[in-house]
């Protein structure tokens, strides 16, 4: 037996409708795409996803509620009640906070956040500050510097 004689088993494959062949053929004239409209010229019609102009479902969809930001950037976030516990005048940076354990996770670049009161005056530096945070940690004597990514 040969490469060449290999052929699908009798009935299996059906020939391919020929259509536009006259009525006898049974898909004469139209094909089978009816009368007149886009739907009946050559070619696809419409693209996927297509809806008559109006807006369509993919493009509608992430605009409802509930539906996750893209590029969401991620902080390891540490709230301003953490830090007093500190020596005052300390740099406070996310390595540090790693080794005296307030924080355990690196879950990105570090952001302050202003929950609870501090009396040490800090040298804090972080990649985010909330207002809050800002505010509190300058009424304390310290200060907040801004961190590259």
């Known amino acids: 037996m040969k490469?060449?004689?290999?052929?699908?088993?009798?009935?299996s494959k059906r020939r391919r409708?020929?259509?536009g062949r006259?009525?006898?053929a049974g898909q004469g004239a139209s094909c089978g795409f009816g009368m007149r409209g886009q739907k009946s010229r050559s070619g696809t019609g419409t693209k996927p996803g297509f809806e008559g102009g109006q807006m369509p479902l993919y493009r509608r969809v992430p605009k409802l509620k509930h539906f996750p930001l893209v590029n969401q950037k991620t902080y390891t976030i540490v709230n301003v009640?953490?830090?007093g516990s500190l020596a005052a005048n300390t740099e406070?940076?996310?390595?540090?906070?790693?080794a005296q354990g307030i924080t355990t996770t690196k879950?990105?670049?570090l952001k302050i956040l202003g929950d609870?009161?501090?009396n040490v005056a800090l040298n804090v530096k972080a990649a985010a500050f909330t207002k809050t945070a800002?505010?509190?940690i300058e009424a304390a004597g310290g200060n907040c510097e801004v961190i590259g990514k």
Do not use: F, N
């Open 3 to 11: 490469l060449h004689d290999i052929a699908p088993q009798e009935g």
């Open 17 to 19: 409708r020929r259509v």
């Open 22 to 24: 006259g009525i006898a």
């Open 81 to 83: 009640s953490a830090l």
């Open 92 to 98: 406070v940076t996310l390595e540090y906070l790693l």
């Open 107 to 109: 879950d990105g670049p």
């Open 116 to 118: 609870g009161e501090l």
């Open 134 to 136: 800002r505010s509190k």
